[in-house]
């Protein structure tokens, strides 16, 4: 079994920063691509950042320059950096990754999901 485990997420007032973290565990080969994805009220889940195994990085035009993804291969850990967060930034925020097993497998893996709350 794979988990995903998010932490990091919170109440912030606009212009603060937060830093998502999201921590992979369980039967684990190697992770591929890593993300954070996010939904807010009555809107569809949307792609806010990426990086592959080599730290290519991808980010939705609205987060560029004031998000950041990172990861540590050896923690099996992705981040995300928020800073000058604005209240459209409100979501819930989602980790996901490719994951191959030890049996050459590729799955993608969900995190629970953190809330973000950006007051004005």
């Known amino acids: 079994q794979v988990q995903l485990v998010e932490s990091g997420g919170g109440l912030v007032q606009a212009g603060g920063s937060l830093r998502l973290s999201c921590a992979a565990s369980?039967?684990?080969?190697?992770?591929?691509?890593m993300g954070w994805y996010r939904r807010a009220p009555g809107k569809q889940r949307e792609l806010v950042a990426t990086?592959?195994?080599?730290?290519?990085?991808n980010y939705v035009d609205s987060v560029k320059g004031r998000f950041t993804i990172s990861r540590d291969n050896a923690k099996i850990t992705v981040y995300l950096q928020m800073n000058s967060l604005k209240p459209e930034d409100t979501a819930v925020y989602y980790c996901?990754?490719?994951?191959?097993?030890?049996?050459?497998?590729?799955?993608?893996?969900w995190g629970q999901g953190t809330q973000v709350t950006v007051s004005s």
């Open positions: 996901a990754a490719d994951i191959i097993n030890y049996y050459n497998i590729v799955s993608d893996y």
């Open positions: 369980g039967s684990i080969f190697k992770i591929n691509n």
């Open positions: 990086i592959t195994s080599g730290g290519s990085t």
